[in-house]
């Protein structure tokens, strides 16, 4: 299987500080990958440096490829890579509707429209005239994710889905995740829970500290392995 | 009292179209543009010029006074893009300093091309003509026909904020660039056709303050206040809310004036510092979910 995005020694900058030293990832079609790791552990970054919202070097990054690097986020998006920003991030002033149609700005062709999304998510059609900051966590999450489809993408990002959510809204989204693969979308999620990372996933990178500390079949990582990758030098401590 | 009412709502009129184009500009990106009112004079002296080629017949001081409107789109738009674009960002001084530059290059320009002197943009007649309300009462049908454009463009612009694709991806940049850019917005091409929209406006007002009265190269700073004011008092981000702000100020000047003929622009000024001290956020601020 040729590699649909794959990246080269990545680095990247959050600020001043150097969040990534020198990633290789790669990700097949079809497939759901996670990415898991703690906090600073560089996920967000290697996401927003793949959408183009962090700088990176052209040839770091190779998306069907060619290298995408750098390039500004609305020509990446158009060739097929859309992001769930950490935080969903909503328009305040916009609409649930409003919200969703800025997705698709980038008038890509595919079978994600407001009408598949509203049978996916029906609370969404009920509260669609709504302002979407008025949702309520979980449902904006939902907006966020449908946001994201709408542009019709290949590879959908998904940051910290299950941020500040109860795990039963948590189980709720993920529910979705099989309506979204089952035509072939491939899917990387960044993930804080290890469990549910390990469940929908078939491949895990595990972060630390900018680079890529354990990366392996999500059923074949003992949890041991992945404990040790998450915390580092310091798991039997953590352990303790 | 009735008349003083009734005046006062005309004048506002006239400054809602001052101030549409300043809230245009302020609610998408956050722009304050202290040139605007050397915009505004430069427009209606732009129409002067036009008229002076052409001659003051009423269908040439039309015509130009339309031709007018497309140039001061395309203007906008390339002064976004080449100029204020490259101030924008986190720190609002850039922005201010350009455009505080530019207020003193426009007024100095005007200054050198015309002169000093006053001139006004012939009407036929219009600026003269009234309607008797009752006994002694009457209106000047130029300040009705302001009153019913600025009517209608505010109309125009809250549908077009509220209703359009246009007005969202205005609304979108406004609330979170970043993500609007994510979504495949070229923010900066969207900038520019908010500026652009805005200088029709501004177009429109130099007009009619040519019109209505005479222009001078200097008036602009005055009609920037009378702008910035109607706009706080308001409520930024709601044109209706500028619309109600230049309203307030029209009759606050008017009543002012009818107390004492010197009284009318500080009473302005007195009920806009009133508002700045009780209710900063002005009357009518946008409601956020």
Redesign the interface.
Known sequence: MTALLTTHGLKAFYGDAQALFGIDFSLGRGELVAIIGANGAGKSTFLKSL???VRAPLDAIRFKGEPIGGL???NI??RGLA?V?EGR?L????SVE?NL???A??ARKGSWNLQRLYALFPILAEKRR?????LSGGQQQMVALG?ALM?NPEVLLCDELSLGLAPIVIREIYAAMPAITGEGMTVVIVEQDVTMARQVSQRIYCFQEGRVSLEGRSGELTREQVSQAYFGIGAEAAHA | MLETLVQGVLLGGLYTLFALGQSLMFGVMRLTNTAQGDFIILGAFAVVAGVSVLGNAPWAVALVALAVLPVAFGFGWLLQRHVLNGTLGKDPLPSLVVTFGLSIVIQNLLLETFSADPRAIETGGLATRGIALGEGFSVGMLPLVVLAIALAATGALQWLFART?LG??F??V???R?????????AKKVYAFATALAFVLIAVAGTLQGMRTTVSPSDGPLLLLFAFEAVIIGGMGSFWGTLAGAMILGIAQQVGFRLDPGWGIWFGHIVFLAVLVFRPQGLFP?T??
């Open positions: 959408t183009g919202l500004p986020p609305g998006v158009r992001m920003p991030r328009f305040a002033s916009l409003e149609l800025m997705g700005t980038p709504q302002p979407g900051t008025s946001r542009s | 694709a969202r991806s609304r979108a406004s609330d979170d970043e993500i609007a850019e994510l979504m495949g917005l070229d946008k956020r979910g």
